[in-house]
């Protein structure tokens, strides 16, 4: 008879693990607020008084930029948004490479191509997935201008070496720490550790308004650049004068609605004890995944916290002799999803993301337009490829090594979590049913 669930055997648990939902009458009452005000966005694309925003807008960006330590935070509507402002902000024009990794959302990666700049990738660490200071010095040309470094799955980037490199080397870095709030480096946090940096505030992140980002920066210009892109630059700019330069003064509409912002200071308030609850429920789950032979946990860097949007497993075949995806599909069969995110399945992933260099944006050179901008354009002076193999590390996580678990989330309980550790332990006593 077979024991395992994935073989028809009985699942370790019958039940869905509560949600995550940090929600409550705080948000509530301040989206009523704003709703019974009647205004619900307070910017005007235009040079005046609101081209800063309303109310609420700027109230958000003074608390975010208290709380986090920084002299700009620039609310916006996601941080995707924020991204593409944080590369025009830089001044990035067509030809510009932008080092990039090609682990992470896509959006990490596909942000210059707004600017006419080549994405060039680098590979990431082995041991904490973030880019890698040897590979990004390696891909320097004289042509690049910027990085955008992640910090993936809450984990900062090697903020040492690799702002060391771009001081040497005249580059900007661009912080995407979309998945790392309240993470810290030293005494500093996350999206403060580059020149500029962006949060999110997905209905996914750690705290959330449904969409949302925050851009966040201690250089003025950049701020002032990222306002404007914001918000109609080409517009705003003819009542303005006196901005030093048109460059990248084209603006969009990322504006932050009222709404927004206001439920995004209530969830700031929350932001300390939801990572800490995650990192002691990461903490105890690693106690048990510990003892599992395939399994290696993801190491903190020094120095470092990590916030654990996800927890990086790393899986040997090696040593449990059948492939990662027939292991974790087993370990998903023993348990049952999040309540309301049950058709997300069983949050365990095998690989996380598919390395966004052998998307088919980059294979086939086709960004904007069917031409093939901005590779062939005039100013293109990399060789650049996006050949599989040119980042080895990446692929191979995404290959056979990477397992991203969610399955700790608040408020799941110790009993929740002993079920994750007892479903990974049933598969690895009961391997063999699998081969
Ligand atoms: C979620 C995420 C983004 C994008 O955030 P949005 O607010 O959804 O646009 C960017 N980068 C990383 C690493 C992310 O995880």
Excluded at 237 to 249: A, S
Aim: charged residues 25%.
């Amino acid at each position: 008879m077979a024991k395992l669930a994935i073989n028809g055997g009985r699942k370790i648990r019958n039940k869905n693990f509560p949600a995550y939902n940090n929600f409550g009458t705080e948000e509530e009452k301040a989206v009523l607020r704003v709703f019974k005000s009647g205004r619900l966005s307070g910017y005007i694309g235009a040079q005046h008084a609101r081209f800063y925003g309303g109310e609420e807008a700027k109230s958000f960006e003074t608390e975010w930029s208290k709380y986090f330590g920084v002299k700009h935070a620039i609310v916006v509507n996601s941080a995707t948004s924020g991204l593409i402002c944080a590369v025009g902000a830089i001044g990035t024009s067509p030809g510009d490479e932008i080092i990039v990794t090609p682990y992470s959302m896509s959006c990490s990666a596909t942000a210059p191509l707004f600017y006419g700049a080549i994405p060039v990738f680098a590979d990431i660490e082995e041991d904490f997935f973030c880019l890698s200071a040897k590979s990004i010095e390696e891909r320097i040309t004289k042509n690049t201008r910027a990085i955008i470094v992640v910090d993936l799955f809450g984990l900062p980037y090697d903020s040492k070496n690799i702002n060391k490199l771009a001081k040497e080397r005249g580059l900007v870095v661009i912080e995407d720490a979309a998945q790392a709030i309240f993470a810290n480096y030293g005494k500093k946090y996350a999206g403060t550790l580059g020149d500029i940096g962006i949060h999110s505030l997905n209905f996914h992140k750690h705290i959330h308004t449904g969409e949302g980002g925050v851009i966040v920066t201690d250089n003025d210009l950049f701020a002032e650049r990222a306002r404007m892109i914001r918000n109609h630059a080409e517009a705003v700019i003819d009542g303005r004068g006196g901005f030093e330069t048109l460059v990248n003064m084209v603006g969009f509409n990322f504006r932050m609605t009222e709404i927004t912002a206001a439920i995004g200071k209530e969830q700031l308030k929350k932001v300390k004890p939801l990572v800490e609850e995650r990192r002691t429920n990461v903490e105890y789950l690693s106690q048990g995944l510990k003892n599992i032979p395939c399994i290696k946990l993801g190491k903190v860097r020094k120095d470092c916290t990590h916030s654990y949007y996800y927890q990086p497993l790393q899986y040997s075949s090696e040593i449990a002799g059948v492939h990662r995806d027939v292991f974790v599909d087993a370990v998903k069969a023993e348990l049952l999803p999040y309540e309301k995110r049950t058709d997300e399945g069983v949050t365990l992933g095998k690989g996380y993301i598919k390395p966004i260099h052998l998307l088919p944006l980059f294979q086939n050179k086709i960004a904007i337009g069917s031409a093939g901008w901005p590779w062939n354009s005039p100013w293109n002076k990399s060789g650049v490829k996006y050949d599989k193999g040119i980042c080895p590390v990446a692929e191979s996580c995404y290959d056979n090594v990477l397992i991203n678990n969610e399955l700790f989330k608040p408020p799941m309980t110790r009993d929740d979590l002993d079920d994750v550790v007892r479903a990974f332990e049933k598969v690895w006593k009961y391997k063999e049913e699998l081969k």
